[in-house]
């Protein structure tokens, strides 16, 4: 089996129990009212790669966690896909990004209205943390660990992570376009949540200052990577589109690595990071080799 068909299979099958999971943590609509519920459940279930629950479980891999844990985690990887979900939602509002589509289907907003789709994200946010404070958790987990990532999740999402990204990059216009800016609005509104999958995978599995401290470098990077692949993507897509979109991006005042730096430039950057990612986590044995793969794997991806 070659490394891509390892990773292939890797994420199929934590997709699936991923998406079972969530299924059953998420009610559908008869329950009351149902348009919330159906919304909900539409934006979440539209087709995501569930890149960041993965990563949390792969963490867990790597600290030699066995698979009833990694059972035991599947609600705080859900939640973290719930919130990945939520800010999807609103990003795709027309106070933010005013899109139409999102992975090829209309919108919320555009399916259920700007004031469903409002609430559809508010839910999916509250709930992911109903989510994390179940005391089902306990059970398995420390009752002190659920609270570490309750409070590395929310510091991730918050203020001085991905809200704070999505301030600045709503706001930049009215800045200096420089990369400083643009650092700070990957690392933040993409970078902060992969992170912290990654870092709390490492709580779950009791990992030590020094492992964390690892994840914590390795999700940085490898966050940072994601969105400039995500960006060159968007440049070197197929029928044209690619050109049509950054035009649009940058009528808008869209700052992205390809339109600052040139794709060469980011093309060498993301060689740059994808190194400081696997040497972040060199010292970790065999059972890294998910990690290992998969920021391989979204260094060469195509979508």
């Known amino acids: 089996m070659t490394d891509r068909e390892e990773i292939s299979a890797y994420l199929a099958s934590h997709k699936r129990a991923i998406e079972e ?3 059953r943590f998420v009610p559908d609509e008869s329950h009351y009212p149902p348009t919330l519920f159906q919304a909900m459940r539409y934006s979440l279930f539209a087709g995501g790669k569930r890149i960041r629950p993965i990563l949390c479980l792969a963490a867990m891999d790597a600290l030699g966690a066995g698979e009833q844990l990694k059972k035991a985690a599947l609600p705080v990887a859900c939640a973290i896909e719930m919130i990945h979900t939520y800010s999807l939602i609103h990003d795709d509002l027309p106070a933010m990004d005013n899109d139409d589509l999102r992975r090829g289907k209309p919108t919320s907003h555009r399916v259920f209205g700007e004031d469903i789709a409002i609430l559809a994200g508010d839910a999916l946010l509250t709930e992911a ?23 590395e999740i929310s510091y991730a999402v918050g203020c001085f992570g991905m809200i704070g990204g999505q301030v600045v990059d709503v706001r930049h216009g009215e800045q200096e376009m420089d990369e400083g800016t643009l650092y700070y609005i990957h690392h933040h509104k993409t970078g902060a949540l992969l992170t912290a999958a990654v870092k709390t995978g490492g709580l779950l599995a009791g990992a030590d200052e020094e492992k964390l ?9 490898m966050g940072l990577m994601f969105q400039i692949v995500d960006d060159l993507l968007d440049v070197e897509g197929d029928d044209g589109t690619f050109k049509k979109r950054l035009t649009e991006e940058t009528s808008l005042g869209k700052l992205t690595f390809p339109s600052l730096l ?16 696997l040497e972040a986590i060199e010292t970790f044995d065999d059972k890294a080799r998910p990690l ?12």
């Open 213 to 221: 401290l690892a994840l914590e470098k390795y999700g940085a990077h």
């Open 292 to 303: 290992r793969l998969l920021v391989e794997h979204l260094a060469t991806r195509e979508v």
């Open 129 to 151: 943390f109903h989510l994390l404070s179940k005391k089902e958790l306990t059970a398995t987990f420390a009752a002190q660990v659920i609270l570490e990532v309750i409070n």
């Open 262 to 277: 040139g794709i060469e430039q980011s093309v060498k950057k993301v060689t740059e990071l994808k190194a400081q990612a």
């Open 21 to 23: 999971a969530l299924s």
